[in-house]
């Protein structure tokens, strides 16, 4: 059902999806039914779960580590952790969005001043 539109965007991004960027979702099944995992993040697993992107910054959580949270289902972690985004389980409404964020470490004053030398 989503599988053209993830290739288009990844096409889109000038990236090749391989056969082996999909992920078999068969051993997963039993978490992906439990959690109502919706349809959309079943075939994007399928197409382009194990994809480098999905691990560049923002990490897509594998499907053992999916969690319900607020009602939503987490799939997505930023990098430090400190905010996740979930959506709707399969049969709810609503789009995609922030399910939770909690207090992370500020970073130190010397590497923000490091890291605006090198912007």
Known sequence: MFAEKYRQA????GLDLKPEHGMDLA?????????????ALRDY?????????????????????????DGRLVFLAEEQECAFWGAARSGGHGPAGLAGRRRCRRPEPSLVRRSALVE
């Open 10 to 13: 990844f096409a889109g991004l």
């Open 27 to 39: 051993p997963h099944a039993g978490i992906l039914d439990r959690l109502a995992a919706p349809v």
């Open 45 to 69: 697993y399928e197409i382009c779960g194990l994809h480098e992107i999905n691990r560049l910054r923002n990490r897509l959580l594998p499907p053992e580590a999916l969690a319900i949270r």
